[in-house]
């Protein structure tokens, strides 16, 4: 997968509430498939399902060896998809200090 | 990993009447004053600002040996003079056909559509204005699952 896949995927992955209480349960550490299936009125097959494609992501990774095979989060393409927002602040913020120049002039202009 | 939610907000108090803030992000001559910061300018501003209405923006860039054009389309969402005014933005091409960041050569994980979110209020004469730039809007791809998923994002983010 390119990283524009993975980032396409990650947003799909996040867009499902059902995934992002699954995330939200990993954020207090590792569960296996049984322990993320409890909150839920679904099947555990559907669970599964739902923990493949977040795994697909790249937003969970899950251990080989361990006998349940429990899933933590990864990390790394949420912080990929937020990093977008960097770019723009900084031009935000000039434009909003010419836009202050700008209204400025037009006072002065008026008070003439 | 880092700690910024998955927005850009950004709170202004500006010495000047509500109604020429609201003005200067919807009077496409006033608009162009100021949107082009840091050696850009905007010679093409359309706005329709009424809900449903679209806009598109042309941003130039001048380098000593070409000249770099970029186009921003997109819909208004709400119009509710003075006070909050809601609108998409996305690459586009100068007939306003939607393109991808990534083919106009923006960073891998910037959105495909953008909402911009301004909010005014006025107190004591000035104006306090609150802008927020968000990912994707509500009601988009994901069947309005999206501001749900930045929030949880900038949980998982910061937590």
Same mark, same amino acid.
């Given at each position: 997968m390119t990283d524009s896949d993975q980032l396409d995927a990650a947003f799909s992955a996040l867009a499902n509430p059902t995934r992002r209480a699954i995330l939200a349960h990993l954020l207090k550490g590792e569960a296996t498939v049984n322990a993320l299936a409890e909150p839920f009125e679904m099947s555990l097959p559907a669970i599964s399902k739902h923990i493949r494609v977040l795994e697909e992501a790249g937003l969970i990774s899950r251990s080989r060896?361990?006998?349940?095979r429990p899933c933590r989060l990864n990390a790394a393409p949420l912080a990929a998809v937020a990093q977008w927002t960097e770019a723009y602040r900084p031009i935000w913020e000039a434009r909003f200090d010419v836009m202050e120049q700008v209204m400025q002039a037009m006072k002065d202009k008026r008070d003439e | 990993m880092n700690d910024q939610p998955a927005w850009v907000k950004i709170e202004r108090e500006f010495d000047a009447p509500i109604d020429v803030v609201w003005e200067m992000w919807t009077d496409p001559e006033l608009f162009k004053q100021w949107y082009g910061p840091m050696g850009m300018h905007v010679p093409t501003a359309e706005m329709d @600002? @009424? @809900?449903?209405g679209t806009r598109k923006i042309c941003m130039e860039m001048s380098a000593p040996d070409r000249k770099m054009t970029m186009w921003f389309t997109g819909v208004y969402k709400e119009v509710s003079r003075p006070a909050r005014l809601v609108y998409t933005e996305s690459m586009c091409d100068a007939e306003g056909h939607i393109l991808s960041p990534q083919s106009m050569g923006? #960073?891998?994980?910037? #959105?495909d559509v953008t909402e911009v979110i301004v909010e005014l209020r006025e107190d004591k004469g000035k104006t306090i204005m609150t802008m927020v730039h968000v990912g994707a809007p509500e009601g988009t791809a994901g069947g309005g699952g999206w501001r749900q998923a930045f929030d949880k994002l900038a949980a998982l983010l910061t937590g």
């Open positions: 060896d361990a006998q349940f | @600002v @009424v @809900v449903g923006m #960073p891998e994980g910037h #959105p």
